[in-house]
């Protein structure tokens, strides 16, 4: 199916665009009431991510109201831990909880071997094959994943933490049991990327959301070599590497051969400009914060951030996902500067 | 009282060494068994805090059993925001908590004015003299405060947060609040330290926590704006100025007027090196985290932190306060290591 508005992908592939394409990661769901009255009838976030008609569902929902160049399909990062043998839960209020973590190399022979992805995963296919067709074609559809260093994360750790100093006690103290388990997870995750294409998906992204926590030498050796070996099962396909907090490693992703790199917003624009040259599109980097002011301050600094843009290959977003206090009608005033900004 | 061992204050200065000084964040509390010890007679952590002699007792057992280079008075950044009014509980295994919290010009109204700093705080000094004098000039005796922005975090949020975002939103939607109770803070902690001089500290710390929540141009305004105030109130004091985060804003912290730069372990010491060239001593930068490992690694880690120095003004720290279930045997092996090394 030809696709109506294809900015993203050609924003994405260095190809030439009329104006920047926008979406905002997190747009699926929280902020938006239609999502609330969903959510409401449900028993938890999991039923959600579950069940495809109603992922489908949400996810289409910024499309509709909020006017966004890119659909990212409605799920979570932790369904890959739970395909490997490692159930979690979403806890109100609290976040994720795993009953058992991976600490020991007796804890990771209790993970499955050589598990079926497309059964396991079924659900997630199942959402993008119905989201794709029920998008008729309107925008591109995102597909993700979490980057192998951040899988792990929640794995050592079974739930969040401020320093994840498990897992970075893990690189010090059992280096061979982190590499082998961030291998496994790479080997599922690229299994799970392709079949997301497959079902659909026109775009790919990583999710490192914990890169930051990482000195540079240690997220080369832990982090980034193993998005290299997705980036490479993956050639030609628009992917995106957002490495939240790793400023220390910008010139190392520079160096990946993925189609864009993701900017939080402690990340200088024309900085990153200068490492990628035209070989990258870079997207992000407004600071989700800013959806809080009034809609003079959101137009202002949209189109500074639009101005300082050297290149055509940028792809605007927030430098995280969007807060979920945020009122939506902050998010179309950001969507709107960016559609009527004249380069 | 002449120091027995001024190595921290003369690298601090620039001066000549004979070898690198070292001392750990929070090495007073949570490491040691004698600290454990006294903490479980005692009815909470602010007990500690608010009696000057068993302040004193455990800001010396670090020196009695770690053999570092420097004290560090124990106390919290947070007595000066109650020290303004604004209480708090420190509730176990949850951290800070405030009843009231400062997101309104009414809030900020119900804040004390023209405060007796040396009153309010009058357990803080007085653990200082007592500790001056069991310390008997052994090693230099440092202080400290929370720097304005992040003292604001927690005045405004009440707790801790992931994203603090009500601080952050605090400075799209009421930027002119947010000045004014940074002034506020800033004035009193200039007092705060002023004090802490006057009662017996050699040398003292910001600590700017959540420094790296705010992009670069936020962190200019409403950070080193008030850091900036602190510096020039106190000419010629060993003051040590540690971001945390902040790698963005590391050529800005290196025009500040400060002796010191605390680097977390993404800050790269040679980069931070050539923006400070030799008018700073930096203090850093070791990966908390490397304290699991055995004790070669933390030899080899150590050493090459060592190696990596190219100049004289270097204080040997980690890159944030030490983790709270490390072995007090790992940090001697550290400690061996830094006082041994051969330049």
């Known amino acids: 199916m030809e696709l109506k508005n294809d900015l993203f992908l050609r924003a994405a592939r260095g190809e030439a665009i009329e104006r920047y394409p926008v979406w905002l990661m997190r747009q699926a769901g929280r902020i938006l009431p239609e999502y609330r009255a969903l959510r409401a009838t449900l ?9 495809p008609e109603l992922a489908a569902e949400v996810t289409i929902q910024p499309v509709d109201h909020l006017d966004v160049d890119a659909a990212i399909i409605f799920s979570d990062i932790l369904v890959v831990p739970e395909a490997m043998g490692l159930p979690y839960q979403m806890l109100e209020q609290k976040g994720p909880w795993f009953e058992n973590t991976i600490r020991s190399r007796e804890q990771l022979n209790l993970l499955d071997t050589h598990i ?40 050592v750790e079974g739930k969040g933490s401020k320093t994840f100093s498990e897992s970075r006690k893990l690189l010090y103290t059992q280096p061979e049991l982190a590499h082998e388990l961030l291998s496994r997870i790479t080997e599922v995750t690229i299994t799970y990327l392709k079949l997301q294409l497959a079902a659909g998906a026109d ?23 193993y998005i290299q070996q997705i980036v490479e099962a993956l050639p030609g396909v628009p992917l995106t590497v957002f490495s939240k907090g790793a400023l ?34 870079l997207q992000g980097n407004l600071d989700p914060c800013l959806l809080y002011a009034d809609h003079s301050v ?17 792809i605007v977003n927030l ?10 009608e902050k998010v179309k005033v950001l969507i709107k500067t960016v559609k009527n900004y004249e380069n």
Not at 43 to 51: A, H, I, R
Not at 208 to 221: P, T
Not at 320 to 326: A, S
Request: charged share 25%; aromatic share 10%; with cysteine.
């Open 298 to 314: 959101i137009e202002k600094e949209t189109i500074k951030l639009l101005k300082s843009f050297k290149s055509q290959r940028h």
């Open 203 to 225: 775009a790919l992204q990583l999710f490192d959301s914990w890169a930051g926590i990482l000195g540079r030498e240690h997220y080369k050796v832990f982090g980034l070599k």
């Open 319 to 328: 430098g995280h996902g969007v807060y979920p206090d945020i009122d939506p």
């Open 248 to 281: 220390a490693s910008l010139p190392d992703l520079a160096e990946l051969n993925c189609t864009t790199l993701g900017l939080d917003w402690n990340m200088d624009v024309a900085y990153a400009r200068e490492l990628v040259k035209e070989t990258k599109t």
């Open 43 to 51: 028993s938890g976030f999991k039923e959600l991510v579950e069940t």
């Open 116 to 155: 079926d992805v497309a059964d396991r995963l079924s659900y997630v296919f199942e959402a993008l094959k119905i989201t794709k067709n029920a998008l008729n074609g309107r925008v591109p559809l995102i597909g993700f994943a979490g980057a192998p260093w951040t899988i792990l994360c929640y794995m």
